[in-house]
């Protein structure tokens, strides 16, 4: 079972590039998320969908785009890329919004570095 | 002052040891929690889920909440090498799962 892929593993840009980070699940997930990983600060929500077309804020969202036309792909854009932004990005699903419909299924990361 | 805290580590202990993790946190309004391992360069996975206060018991693994303290517990009996990795508490005042607050991970080493 394939669960969470997130393309491209490894990504450099340079300050002011653009670019989306890929994510699908095959599980038929209602809920999808995304989520950046920095040294100290844990995992924080950047945007997240309860379903196809429908999307919302998490914590962090500034300088990321996201969109939900289906249910197995929730792709991240970056529109003007910054050093802030360079984290590991994890995209992650989940059978519905709620805690009580099962847990939270993570992908393996996307490592980005801006320069 | 962070919502979560927890101390980053590392945290080196020989294998056979018992482990205890910890978190602790200040928003009293938090019902749920949860305990993730993250093995280096992967995604976390769940590992426990409990919620309000008490233990629950999952095998080698047992999760511990003390509301009135504002702290939480994942302790590893019988360690294994495998067991290397690390570790993620995570709690939410209401049952959304967009409102999920991690803490930073304490980064566990079981020497053999």
């Known amino acids: 079972n394939a669960g969470v892929t997130q393309t491209p593993k490894f990504q450099v840009l340079k300050t002011g590039q653009s670019m989306t980070l890929q994510c699908a699940q095959d599980?038929?997930?209602?809920?999808m998320s995304w989520y950046r990983q920095d040294p100290g600060m844990g995992l924080r929500l950047i945007h997240y969908?309860?379903?196809?077309?429908?999307?919302d804020q998490g914590e962090v969202p500034n300088g990321y785009n996201v969109s939900r036309s289906t249910t197995e792909d929730f792709p991240l854009r970056l529109l003007s890329a910054a050093p802030s932004q360079t984290s590991v990005y994890f995209c992650?699903?989940?059978?519905?919004?709620?805690?009580?419909?099962?847990?939270?299924?993570f992908g393996e990361g996307s490592r980005l570095t801006v320069l | 002052q962070k919502e979560v805290e927890q101390d980053p580590g590392p945290l080196s202990v020989p294998e056979g040891a018992i482990v205890s993790l910890n978190c602790t946190y200040s928003?009293?309004?938090?019902?749920?929690f949860m305990w993730y391992r993250q093995y280096s360069r992967k995604g976390p996975e769940l590992l426990m889920y409990?919620?309000?206060?008490g233990n629950k018991e999952d095998g080698r693994f047992t999760a511990q909440v003390d509301k009135s303290s504002k702290y939480i517990s994942l302790f590893i009996r019988d360690s294994q090498p495998s067991d290397s990795a690390t570790y993620l508490c995570?709690?939410?005042?209401?049952?959304?799962?967009?409102?999920?607050?991690f803490g930073s991970g304490t980064r566990l080493s079981i020497r053999p």
């Open positions: 992650a699903s989940r059978r519905g919004q709620w805690l009580t419909t099962g847990e939270l299924f």
């Open positions: 599980m038929n997930h209602e809920y």
């Open positions: 969908s309860v379903g196809a077309g429908i999307t």
């Open positions: 928003n009293s309004a938090f019902q749920y």
């Open positions: 409990t919620y309000s206060s």
């Open positions: 995570a709690m939410s005042a209401n049952s959304s799962a967009s409102k999920i607050i």
